[in-house]
């Protein structure tokens, strides 16, 4: 499922990425994906967005910023609210800085949500 993602989300001469044709946006790219009896997949089309962010700083404070579990809520929308904490990780390579975090997300605020 990881490897569709991800070859979902890379350039190739099958996903090819399109600007957005609006004023405003031009940073921005979209692909469209259309899952046909694809194991794993749900049949249908998908529209991916991305944007391009240019950041003034060396490319090792903004690993070391997007790397940090105390400030992973400050640019992961899925854990804005939540304590982040890593409980454990895995090398990729001989670097200690390539590695994998496992995470573990606690929830701060309690909702209850009915539907």
Same mark, same amino acid.
């Given at each position: 499922m990881m490897r569709k993602f991800w070859a979902n989300l890379s350039d190739s001469a099958e996903n090819i990425w399109r600007p957005v044709p609006l004023k405003g946006a031009e940073n @921005? #790219? &979209?692909?469209?994906?259309? &899952? =046909?009896? =694809? =194991? $794993?997949?749900?049949? $249908?089309?998908? %529209? *991916? %967005?991305?944007?391009? @962010?240019? *950041? #003034?700083t060396s490319l090792t404070r903004v690993f070391d910023f997007l790397n940090n579990e105390g400030t992973r809520n400050r640019w992961d929308i899925l854990t804005y609210g939540h304590h982040v904490r890593e409980t454990g990780y895995i090398d990729n390579g001989c670097d200690h800085g390539n590695r994998f975090p496992i995470l573990e997300v606690k929830a701060l605020i309690h909702v209850t949500m009915a539907f």
């Open positions: @921005v #790219l &979209a692909m469209i994906i259309n &899952a =046909e009896d =694809e =194991e $794993g997949q749900p049949p $249908g089309t998908s %529209i *991916v %967005i991305a944007t391009k @962010v240019w *950041v #003034l």
